[in-house]
């Protein structure tokens, strides 16, 4: 979502004139699309204020933002505050929600008195800014901002709003115009893909209206692979399942939470789930592809979590082979259901030997689901190509790199045999680019 978010900023940015530097140190405007699902991820954000207050010495027409997560409209309630962001980042000059963007380029004339984007400033919503593409073949599309689930843990809620839901048309016309330019790849991202309810949906169809926006993209011409990030167990349903083996567009990936293997923890955590449900999603995925990977996310040492809630977590990776896991040491957000009636009682050594511990399972499955590709020929969305590399995903979400110094590989579909396949990527030689490429 925040990588989706970006390229909308550096497209507004773009229309009024400013330029893109290959360092830091050489702007004159500096703005920073913050996180806040994880504590540390705020604190290196607050970590860059001495380092900021040098650059501003150093050149005095420097003007830094922030937003993002980081940024609400209230004062105090719902993650960090305008107020509470200047007061510990005193070199800080403005702040803006994401969902304001429209509303930069007046703030920036007044900065840097730039010209410029007075067609952005006129837009209802940041939805509607087409964004300038990094990777023109792998588009990132929001359909959605916002949550209305309230996880015990979590501050999304609170930092992005409610659910908002971009109407199917709409959504239709960006993913056909990047289509003529080339896309073939999209991501649909928002906080919880699969509570999609645009107002334009089709009430008479049997499908839920993701379902009926997966098929409409599916028949697009061109788009030959199609990824969403992320679904809430709770909201996934059979119509959505049914479309892996059916629709050739679907990978054969999916990444699906389930945040703990106990159910006991996941009351705690207010997800509204059991385990068996997601164990039944799983098994009906693989039961239509059944070499599907599935990743996941997983928190280590939630309030209250016991050595048996653990080892239930731990015999599920083993169980279902799950071959990619986000793991993360629980960390308390400030005015969350947790912050506010659990209490963080397990000790930070605890939180780390059990992340220690998910991730070596992980490892020893993603080692034996790789190993299925060696001697094989695969097929690479080639994403960067540095030092002597290039690399990109297979259609099941796996990392594969090759010997190349060819720059305009980058959004190119290649044909890659697997010589060997390590323990987090896949290696081998580029045989031929594939056809679509061609």
């Not at 940015?13 to 540390?40: F, P, W």
């Not at 059944?290 to 809630?309: A, K, Q, R, V």
């Amino acid at each position: 979502m925040n990588y989706s978010d970006t390229e909308r900023v550096m497209t507004v940015l773009e229309k009024m004139g400013y330029e893109q530097v290959d360092h830091y140190r050489k702007a004159d405007l500096i703005i920073l699309n913050t996180c806040m699902v994880k504590k540390s991820a705020e604190n290196r954000v607050y970590g860059l204020g001495e380092p900021f207050a040098e650059l501003k010495e150093a050149n005095p027409k420097l003007r830094i933002g922030i937003t993002g997560c980081m940024i609400h409209k209230d004062t105090g309630l719902r993650g960090e505050s305008k107020e509470e962001v200047f007061k510990r980042m005193p070199t800080i000059d403005f702040v803006f929600r994401i969902k304001d963007l429209m509303h930069l380029p007046d703030m920036l004339h007044k900065m840097h008195h730039m010209e410029g984007a007075d067609e952005v400033s006129q837009m209802k919503s940041y939805f509607h800014i087409s964004p300038k593409i990094t990777n023109i073949t792998q588009v990132f599309i929001p359909i959605m901002s916002g949550c209305n689930n309230f996880c015990s843990f979590c501050i999304v809620p609170y930092t992005r709003g409610r659910e908002v839901c971009r109407d199917m048309a709409e959504i239709m016309e960006e993913v056909k115009k990047m289509a003529k330019r080339g896309a073939s790849e999209v991501n649909f991202v928002g906080q919880n893909v699969n509570s999609y309810k645009p107002t334009d949906a089709d009430s008479k169809s049997k499908d839920s209206p993701f379902a009926q926006l997966l098929r409409k993209v599916d028949a697009v011409e061109g788009i030959k692979r199609i990824r969403f990030y992320t679904v809430h167990p709770k909201d996934m349903g059979d119509d959505v399942v049914a479309l892996y083996g059916e629709l050739d567009s679907m990978v054969p990936h999916i990444h699906l939470p389930i945040q703990s293997g106990s159910n006991s923890c996941l009351k705690r955590m207010n997800r509204l789930y059991t385990v068996d449900r997601w164990k039944e999603l799983a098994d009906k995925m693989r039961k239509r592809i059944p070499n599907i990977s599935i990743s996941t996310d997983i928190i280590t040492g939630f309030c209250g979590e016991t050595d048996e809630e653990f080892e239930e977590s731990m015999q599920l990776v083993k169980d279902y082979k799950i071959d990619l896991i986000y793991v993360s040491k629980y960390s308390g957000r400030n005015n969350t259901y947790a912050s506010k009636h659990l209490v963080d009682d397990v000790p930070y050594e605890v939180k780390k030997d059990r992340f220690e511990r998910i991730t070596k399972a992980m490892q020893a499955v993603s080692a034996e689901y790789l190993k299925q590709f060696e001697g094989k020929t695969v097929e690479v969305l080639v994403e960067k190509v540095e030092k002597g590399f290039a690399s990109g995903k297979i259609p099941e979400f796996k990392l594969c790199r090759f010997k190349s110094d060819d720059k305009f590989l980058v959004g190119e579909y290649v044909q890659v045999k697997v010589r060997e396949a390590r323990e987090w990527c896949l290696e081998g030689e580029c045989i031929e680019k594939s056809p679509e490429s061609i």
